[in-house]
């Protein structure tokens, strides 16, 4: 029966068009990457999908410091942070990660935790307790929904971005504590969220901001310290989590906050009690991270990421107002995230294959990861994508559109 039961499920998945499929990447994340696909084949193909933003995740550097960490440390922690796995590399890296976020938050301290997703449930979960009421972006990332799906309080969804909404829900609130959680990027539009005005309204009926910032730590702010700080906010409402296994290119991720708040995390976040620590090289590797991000040579790379992102933007203008019948839109985006919205699931997996074929990987992304009729292509670039690889893109999606546009009467 079981069996039976998920052969109809899987049916009705592949029917929408919505099958996910694994590909098996041979060689170090790059923008050129070796890979393997559903039959078999291995073939170099242009990457626009990484979350690798600053190109750190196979930086000479940081790789060493990776295999340092193994040598003075081992290969893994051994226990959880609580029992015997908490290491001297944690210790430190959590150090420097509070005093990477201090400039925003006041006295912060930092927790280190395995993912972001286990970072998100933690945090929102234990704060989110019968005394909380959560105030959650409709678009925020899948790991921020399921924390509030663990959470007691009872949560409230406002619309993308909508200030006046968020301002009622607050203002009609009774509950004691108060949680605004919300994507500083939003993960699958590369907008910004309005950290300035969601921390005003925090202010203003005393409740907490919770920012999810993925996809601007490394990439957004003075020395890439993150959205907060391309804000320029700093405030003891705040509470950031921030992930290390994109722009800096490890894995992990860190809860950094006033320090009742860090010091309650430790006695009731789950997803951080009751798991193996990371293993200590992935920390020792990430204090080199950090230190690149912060460089002169992260400068230089930010600066090539910016550069990018103009050359991609002006390109897809172009090309939407060459083939507007195709009816495809850009999402306003000054980050490394820059999807293109096609609209169904067939024609966005089509181009993507067609993509594909032409020997670039940009991904197809569908509901539910995005609404429904909103199924797009997410170019991501790397700082180590050249010119070169931006044009090639920009022709080949040109030539699509071209065909497309000659298809349809
Ligand atoms: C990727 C991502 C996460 C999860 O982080 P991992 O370290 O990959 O588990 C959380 N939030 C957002 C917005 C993300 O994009």
């Not at 041979?26 to 990457?33: F, H, K």
Request: proline share 4%.
């Amino acid at each position: 029966m079981l069996l039976e039961h998920l052969n109809h499920k899987l049916k009705a998945i592949a029917d929408q068009d919505l099958t996910r499929v694994l590909r098996v990447a041979e060689s170090a994340t790059a923008p050129l990457q070796t890979v393997r696909g559903a039959d078999g084949q291995a073939r170099q193909l242009l990457m626009f999908c990484s979350n690798d933003y600053l190109g750190l995740a196979a930086h000479p550097q940081v790789v060493d410091a990776f295999a340092e960490g193994a040598r003075l440390y081992g290969a893994g922690s051994g226990a959880s942070h609580l029992i015997s796995g908490h290491g001297l590399a944690h210790d430190t890296l959590e150090r420097a990660l509070a005093a990477w976020v201090e400039p925003q938050i006041p006295h912060a301290q930092a927790l280190f935790f395995c993912t972001g997703y286990m970072a998100n449930l933690a945090v929102i979960s234990a704060l989110g307790d019968e005394k909380a009421e959560i105030f959650s972006d409709e678009l925020n990332h899948a790991s921020l929904i399921d924390g509030c799906r663990l959470a007691r309080a009872p949560v409230q969804r406002y619309a993308h971005k909508d200030m006046a909404a968020l301002q009622t829900l607050l203002a009609a609130s009774q509950a004691k504590v108060k949680l605004i959680v919300t994507d500083a990027v939003f993960s699958m539009d590369g907008d910004l969220a309005p950290l300035d005005e969601l921390l005003a309204l925090a202010e203003a009926h005393d409740a907490w901001l919770i920012v999810d910032d993925a996809h601007g730590l490394g990439v957004l702010g003075a020395q890439g310290r993150g959205t907060l700080s391309h804000f320029g906010l700093r405030s003891e409402r705040l509470i950031l989590m921030g992930t290390l296994g994109k722009a800096a290119g490890v894995a992990g991720a860190f809860v950094a906050a006033h320090p009742t708040i860090t010091q309650y995390l430790l006695q009731a976040a789950r997803s951080y009690i009751f798991t193996t620590a990371a293993p200590p090289a992935v920390a020792h590797a990430l204090l080199k991270s950090l230190e690149i991000i912060a460089s002169d040579e992260g400068d230089q790379r930010r600066a090539n990421l910016v550069r990018l992102q103009a050359q991609l933007r002006a390109g897809i203008e172009r090309l939407l107002a060459a083939y507007p019948q195709l009816g495809w839109q850009r999402v306003p985006s000054d980050t490394p995230v820059q999807p293109l919205i096609i609209g169904e699931n067939g024609a966005t997996m089509h181009l993507a294959a067609r993509l594909d074929a032409a020997g670039l990987r940009v991904p197809g992304i569908r509901p539910p990861t995005v609404p429904k009729g909103t199924a797009r292509l997410r170019i991501t670039l790397c700082a180590t994508h050249t010119e070169a690889d931006i044009q090639r893109l920009l022709q080949a999606l040109n030539e699509a559109a071209a065909e497309l546009a000659s298809e349809s009467p």
